[in-house]
């Protein structure tokens, strides 16, 4: 789950003394997010999109229209990320 990838990045984190992991390649954040999207690569299923772990947030980095579903906001939010613009 979500919920699972997110305490074992932490934990990683907390041994390595790191204070933020960055997932940028699209497959990572897809799988890492357990989500797919359309219509950003014609032949892959992910979005064009980054994501930041810190000990205390995480924050997706996307065009917001890409995760405007109730599905999506719902999934997101009881995982604690927060959606922010990719250009941020």
Same mark, same amino acid.
């Given at each position: 789950?979500?919920?699972?990838?997110i305490?074992?990045?932490?934990?990683?984190?907390?041994?390595?003394?790191?204070?933020?992991?960055?997932?940028?390649?699209?497959?990572?954040?897809?799988?890492?997010?357990?989500?797919?999207?359309?219509?950003?690569? *014609?032949? +892959?299923?992910?979005?064009?999109?980054?994501?930041t772990?810190?000990?205390?947030?995480?924050?997706?980095? +996307? *065009?917001?229209?890409?995760?405007?579903?109730?599905?999506?906001?719902?999934?997101?939010?009881?995982?604690?990320?927060?959606?922010?613009?990719?250009?941020?």
């Open positions: 789950s979500l919920e699972d990838k305490t074992a990045v932490r934990k990683e984190m907390k041994e390595k003394k790191a204070t933020m992991t960055v997932l940028c390649t699209l497959d990572d954040v897809a799988y890492f997010l357990n989500m797919r999207a359309m219509g950003d690569i *014609d032949t +892959c299923p992910v979005g064009i999109a980054y994501v772990v810190e000990a205390d947030q995480i924050s997706l980095y +996307c *065009d917001p229209r890409k995760v405007e579903s109730s599905a999506v906001q719902s999934h997101l939010n009881d995982a604690g990320v927060t959606i922010k613009p990719y250009d941020s």
